[in-house]
Every structure is written in C-alpha cells, then in structure tokens.
C-alpha cells in the first residue's frame, strides 16, 4: 500500500506500521480487523488536507471505518477506484476555519483482513 498526502504546507511527514514476521506485528487473516495507524510530523495550522493510501489489494484489506481522529477535526473517509484507494480528508471543525495538526497519531484506520 501506497501513501500520498495532499496539503497546502510544507516539511510535514506521515508514517505508518511495517507489518512483517520479524516486527512480530502480522495481522492473523481471515474474518479480523488490521488498525492502521496514520502518524503525522511538522504539519502545524491547514484549514483541511486531503491523503491516499493507494495501491490497497481489495482481494486482502478493505476499508471498514476510522476511530480516534484528532480532537477538533472532522474525517471523511472514501474508499475509491474499486477499493484500490482511500481518500482520507480530514478538516477544522467550521468550514474555512484553519487548525492545528499536532504531531503523532492523526487517525486510525480499519480493514477487514
């Protein structure tokens, strides 16, 4: 799975989790939910942003829902194009009104495994 992150500031990072045998962190498969945590770093005021995780395998993970969205913000979360996209958008709690961003956890996301 892919991430791109769209907004209107610069030096900002987004990081998530390598699921892998030697992290100890596999999901089991079959009929559970893998939580995708989206980190972010040095975003600061937006008044909204728009990220894709892209290149998602409908025929392994598909989306499910989000929980534990930063405080003040509002989620929308649209899978697209078949599945194979998740478009994240994620704005202040009025229209136009700039927010703050902190760093760490800015959402988590849930798949069906």
């Known amino acids: 799975m892919l991430?791109?992150?769209?907004?209107?500031?610069?030096?900002?990072?987004?990081?998530?989790?390598t699921?892998?045998?030697?992290?100890?962190?596999?999901p089991a498969v079959?009929?559970?939910?893998?939580?995708?945590?989206?980190?972010?770093?040095?975003?600061g005021d937006v008044v909204n942003m728009t990220i894709y995780l892209t290149d998602?395998?409908?025929?392994?993970?598909?989306?499910?829902t989000y929980a534990n969205g930063i405080a003040g913000a509002t989620f929308a979360v649209t899978p697209q194009l078949g599945g194979t996209r998740?478009?994240?958008e994620v704005n202040?709690?009025?229209p136009f009104q700039v927010f703050t961003v902190p760093d760490g956890k800015l959402v988590d996301?849930?798949?069906?495994?």
Do not use: C, R, W
Not at 3 to 17: D, E, H, P, R, V
Not at 56 to 64: A, F, G, K, R, S
């Open 56 to 64: 998602i395998d409908p025929e392994v993970v598909t989306y499910q």
């Open 30 to 43: 079959g009929k559970s939910t893998l939580t995708f945590q989206l980190d972010v770093t040095g975003i």
């Open 92 to 94: 202040g709690p009025a």
């Open 3 to 17: 991430l791109f992150i769209s907004l209107g500031a610069t030096a900002q990072t987004l990081s998530t989790t």
């Open 19 to 26: 699921f892998s045998s030697g992290n100890g962190n596999l």
């Open 86 to 88: 998740l478009m994240i």
């Open 109 to 113: 996301i849930h798949f069906y495994i």
